[in-house]
């Protein structure tokens, strides 16, 4: 038999070695555990890192798809600024038919067609101004839109970073 004493050396206190030992009996099984979940930490962080860098690659492609001229983004835009386009053309139109009814109802016997014109004229007017509210609406979208795809964009560099990190833990 050894004799720890020898070992361990004079004044070496043998009894908390005792305890040491009754201790890693007593927490075998969690022991057991710890040293399991020890060897399957790396494979745990490869998943995570490959999982965070592939989820902001994705968050980044979709906060270029969202923001930028070429983007979602641009493309509200541009549709915002035909819309105005196209209204500021209709209010041309409805001042046209607007002077042409003022005109034509000094015309004997051309009140009727004198207030067709007129009504299509106040028609056209409403049609300028849902078209004008519908630009304005396109162009907060627009501003939204940019704001997502910008913070997506932000999210995925984030989320990359955070992954090429955590892959520095297993190499």
Do not use: C, W, Y
């Amino acid at each position: 038999m050894v004799d720890l004493g020898k070992i361990l050396g004079a004044g070496a206190d043998i009894s908390r070695l005792q305890d040491v030992v009754d201790f890693i009996a007593d927490h075998k099984d969690d022991i057991e555990a710890g040293s399991q979940i020890a060897r399957d930490l790396p494979d745990l962080l490869r998943l995570l890192s490959s999982g965070l860098a592939d989820a902001g690659t994705h968050a980044s492609k979709a906060g270029a798809a969202l923001s930028g001229t070429s983007g979602a983004t641009g493309r509200v835009g541009d549709s915002a600024e035909a819309l105005a386009t196209i209204s500021s053309s209709l209010a041309a139109v409805g001042t046209m038919v607007g002077d042409a009814a003022i005109d034509i109802s000094k015309v004997p016997l051309m009140g009727g067609p004198s207030r067709q014109l007129a009504s299509a004229a106040h028609a056209v007017g409403d049609t300028k101004k849902n078209l004008d509210g519908l630009a304005g609406s396109l162009k907060d979208i627009s501003a939204l839109l940019d704001t997502v795809g910008q913070a997506l964009e932000r999210l995925g560099t984030t989320l990359g970073a955070t992954g090429r990190e955590a892959k520095k833990f297993v190499g």
